[in-house]
Every structure is written in C-alpha cells, then in structure tokens.
C-alpha cells in the first residue's frame, strides 16, 4: 500500500503561500511559528507486538499441520520485527507478507484467524 503525499498549505502573515507536502501523514505533526517545536511519540511498536501476539495466539488454537503452523509464525514474527525495526525494508515485509498470506490461503481457517490475520496485515502494510 503506497502512500501518496498530501500538501499543506500556510499563508504568512505577508500573504506569502508556503507548500509543504507531508510523503509519510500517518503520525506526522507539523509545527510552525516563533519557538514552536513538536513532540511526537509514535506508539508503532506496541500496536505491532499486540496484533502479532493476538495472531499467532489464533494459530495455535487452529487445526492443522504443526509445520505449516511453524512456517506460518516464523514468517509472522519476521515480518513483525522488520516492520518494528528502525529502518524497516520494505521489500522484505511485502514477501514475509505475501508467504505469509500464501500460506494461510491453503488452511482451513477460523473467522478469528481470519480476523486476527487481516488486522495483522493492514497494519503491517501501513510500514510497506
């Protein structure tokens, strides 16, 4: 999922127009005017390791091969930590991403799976 970037427009006080475009506005802040400064704290990481946890808790509740199983989560907790990690690759997430999909396509799966995977990978591809 790309993200295309939006435009910001300011007027100053000389009827001057500033444009900045904002290439990443998930979790930015934008600060303007004599001594302003911005403090932002995103929280990328928690969400990361709470919808990871809540997945990989459906997989084994769930029936099926133990090495599926084990292939599964091996591909889910990598894509997790690059995803969590400070520069994160983004072409390594989208093929932990599309194994990871490949592989939960070819089991019978539970609506929670389903449901624990799908909030999984949106928010995974929100980094890509």
């Given at each position: 999922?790309?993200?295309?970037?939006?435009?910001?427009?300011?007027?100053?006080?000389?009827?001057?127009?500033?444009?900045?475009?904002?290439?990443?506005?998930?979790?930015?802040?934008?600060?303007?005017?004599?001594?302003?400064?911005?403090?932002?704290?995103?929280?990328?990481?928690?969400?990361?390791?709470?919808?990871?946890?809540?997945?990989?808790?459906?997989?084994?509740?769930?029936?099926?091969?133990?090495?599926?199983?084990?292939?599964?989560?091996?591909?889910?907790?990598?894509?997790?930590?690059?995803?969590?990690?400070?520069?994160?690759?983004?072409?390594?997430i989208r093929n932990f991403l599309s194994g990871s999909k490949g592989l939960?396509?070819?089991?019978?799966?539970?609506?929670?799976?389903?449901?624990?995977?799908?909030?999984?990978?949106?928010?995974?591809?929100?980094?890509?």
């Amino acid at each position: 999922m790309e993200h295309e970037g939006r435009n910001v427009f300011f007027v100053t006080n000389d009827y001057r127009q500033i444009t900045n475009t904002v290439n990443n506005p998930q979790g930015t802040a934008i600060s303007f005017g004599p001594g302003s400064t911005n403090n932002v704290a995103n929280n990328y990481g928690a969400k990361i390791e709470d919808l990871t946890k809540d997945l990989l808790q459906q997989l084994g509740l769930e029936d099926m091969d133990a090495s599926h199983r084990v292939e599964i989560s091996e591909l889910i907790e990598a894509a997790s930590q690059e995803a969590n990690s400070e520069q994160p690759r983004k072409a390594l997430i989208r093929n932990f991403l599309s194994g990871s999909k490949g592989l939960m396509d070819a089991i019978v799966r539970s609506p929670e799976l389903i449901e624990a995977y799908g909030k999984w990978a949106t928010f995974i591809q929100s980094v890509v």
